[in-house]
């Protein structure tokens, strides 16, 4: 079977709408296209009883109740709307918050916001394979920690912190936790009750959605979260997120959540053979080359490959038909090494030369066999042109030559 080219594989980045969620959209665009705040009315009426329906779908796909979810318009907005507004409703019980620093930029930089307004940071470190244990957690919490906001699984290398052990912690200290789970929700199955977490964040694009829509969910009994919100108007989602809610993203949210639910062991199991047979085949054909991050504790759709001796925007040049990425997809503008790589202590030249691969629910095997014989066949042409490869062929590391001044 011939493959169609260009093939996606940057699936973390964002996912295609599956032509189910797009149907249950097009009534809302255009028959049943009222604002679900207009109580006067059966328009009105239809978009309410809508969004109520994508509310227990959504609950249902986190083991929350319809009534702890608030909607937004993604997880960038879920994580300032989280962050900052548990931060300033509980600022008289302390200053001090806990993240990592290979969190998203959406968690990171309302922190750094938060360090300008007066709140101390910690920023953990996580380990070589990009993990935060519960032990560390333990151990950086302080008499004025409010606040505790980790990611559920990493966009860029998949690897899964220890998100129940935390919440653990954060119950028995009554410290708020917040999980950014834009990956994990949909992927994996999520138990907020279980796993002892205050406020999650998730993304209808992430889980074959549309973009432009995305929930927190902000738990209501032991404890009641409160949340200042980021902006004022009419009181709308509990007086957290006002402004005329996104019906027909939200009717799309909610169908995406549901098929997910449905299909997700299946979906993960095939997508995990797929996966580890891509990885498997390059690391057989390419010498020095390694997967980035906790190989036996990450999402089944992603990989995060670094190919010494390449350069990773010359590779993307060199594989240009499969849609990967070098980084993620927010950062990636910058020619910055990934700091996600960095942070586990990568050095810049393997961090360089790495490849995020994100499959998902349309990516067929024919499609994994064309991407391992481009990357095979790039790499071998880029290695071949590489005096740094061909050094350490000769057993030479390339780190410690002295090159000569013309």
Same mark, same amino acid.
């Given at each position: 079977?011939?493959?169609?080219?260009?093939?996606?594989?940057?699936?973390?980045?964002?996912?295609?709408?599956?032509?189910?969620?797009?149907?249950?959209?097009?009534?809302?665009?255009?028959?049943?296209?009222?604002?679900?705040?207009?109580?006067?009315?059966?328009?009105?009426?239809?978009?309410?009883?809508?969004?109520?329906?994508?509310?227990?779908?959504?609950?249902?796909?986190?083991?929350?109740? *319809?009534?702890?979810?608030?909607?937004?318009?993604?997880?960038?907005?879920?994580?300032?709307?989280?962050?900052?507004?548990?931060?300033?409703?509980?600022?008289?019980?302390?200053?001090?918050?806990?993240?990592?620093?290979? *969190?998203?930029?959406?968690?990171?930089?309302?922190?750094?916001?938060?360090?300008?307004?007066?709140?101390?940071?910690?920023?953990?470190?996580?380990?070589?394979?990009?993990?935060?244990?519960?032990?560390?957690?333990?151990?950086?919490?302080?008499?004025?920690?409010?606040?505790?906001?980790?990611?559920?699984?990493?966009?860029?290398?998949?690897?899964?912190?220890?998100?129940?052990?935390?919440?653990?912690?954060?119950?028995?200290?009554?410290?708020?936790?917040?999980?950014?789970?834009?990956?994990?929700?949909?992927?994996?199955?999520?138990?907020?009750?279980?796993?002892?977490?205050?406020?999650?964040?998730?993304?209808?694009?992430?889980?074959?959605?549309?973009?432009?829509?995305?929930?927190?969910?902000?738990?209501?009994?032991?404890?009641?979260?409160?949340?200042?919100?980021?902006?004022?108007?009419?009181?709308?989602?509990?007086?957290?997120?006002?402004?005329?809610?996104?019906?027909?993203?939200?009717?799309?949210?909610?169908?995406?959540?549901?098929?997910?639910?449905?299909?997700?062991?299946?979906?993960?199991?095939?997508?995990?053979?797929?996966?580890?047979?891509?990885?498997?085949?390059?690391?057989?054909?390419?010498?020095?080359?390694?997967?980035?991050?906790?190989?036996?504790?990450?999402?089944?759709?992603?990989?995060?490959?670094?190919?010494?001796?390449?350069?990773?925007?010359?590779?993307?040049?060199?594989?240009?038909?499969?849609?990967?990425?070098?980084?993620?997809?927010?950062?990636?503008?910058?020619?910055?090494?990934?700091?996600?790589?960095?942070?586990?202590?990568?050095?810049?030249?393997?961090?360089?030369?790495?490849?995020?691969?994100?499959?998902?629910?349309?990516?067929?095997?024919?499609?994994?066999?064309?991407?391992?014989?481009?990357?095979?066949?790039?790499?071998?042409?880029?290695?071949?042109?590489?005096?740094?490869?061909?050094?350490?062929?000769?057993?030479?590391?390339?780190?410690?030559?002295?090159?000569?001044?013309?």
């Amino acid at each position: 079977m011939a493959v169609k080219l260009p093939i996606y594989m940057d699936y973390n980045a964002t996912t295609p709408v599956d032509p189910r969620v797009l149907e249950a959209m097009l009534p809302y665009f255009t028959q049943m296209f009222g604002n679900a705040a207009s109580r006067n009315h059966s328009f009105g009426w239809e978009a309410e009883a809508a969004v109520d329906k994508a509310r227990e779908q959504v609950a249902a796909l986190i083991g929350a109740s *319809e009534k702890e979810i608030i909607w937004t318009s993604g997880s960038t907005e879920s994580n300032n709307l989280a962050i900052k507004g548990a931060a300033d409703m509980y600022k008289d019980k302390g200053r001090h918050i806990i993240t990592a620093l290979h *969190e998203h930029k959406a968690v990171l930089d309302p922190c750094k916001r938060l360090q300008k307004e007066g709140f101390d940071v910690t920023f953990l470190q996580p380990d070589r394979s990009g993990v935060i244990t519960a032990a560390q957690v333990a151990e950086a919490i302080r008499p004025d920690t409010i606040l505790i906001s980790l990611m559920w699984a990493n966009n860029e290398i998949g690897t899964i912190n220890e998100i129940p052990g935390i919440g653990k912690i954060c119950k028995e200290k009554d410290i708020i936790f917040h999980t950014d789970a834009t990956q994990w929700v949909g992927k994996m199955p999520t138990d907020v009750e279980e796993a002892g977490i205050d406020l999650l964040s998730a993304s209808a694009h992430k889980m074959y959605g549309p973009k432009g829509v995305g929930f927190l969910y902000v738990r209501r009994r032991k404890p009641r979260v409160r949340l200042t919100p980021l902006f004022d108007g009419g009181g709308h989602e509990r007086g957290m997120r006002s402004g005329t809610l996104n019906v027909t993203g939200i009717v799309g949210m909610g169908a995406a959540a549901e098929i997910c639910q449905r299909e997700m062991a299946q979906e993960s199991a095939r997508i995990r053979a797929m996966r580890d047979r891509l990885e498997t085949a390059i690391l057989a054909r390419l010498d020095a080359t390694r997967v980035n991050g906790q190989v036996d504790r990450r999402l089944p759709q992603t990989s995060n490959i670094s190919f010494a001796y390449v350069e990773g925007e010359s590779l993307m040049m060199a594989i240009k038909e499969i849609a990967v990425s070098s980084g993620s997809a927010c950062t990636s503008a910058s020619l910055e090494p990934s700091y996600v790589l960095k942070s586990l202590g990568i050095g810049d030249d393997l961090a360089h030369s790495s490849l995020r691969f994100g499959l998902g629910r349309f990516t067929t095997d024919e499609e994994v066999d064309y991407a391992i014989e481009s990357v095979v066949r790039g790499v071998s042409r880029l290695r071949e042109m590489s005096p740094l490869y061909e050094l350490a062929m000769e057993g030479i590391d390339p780190s410690t030559v002295e090159w000569g001044k013309h």
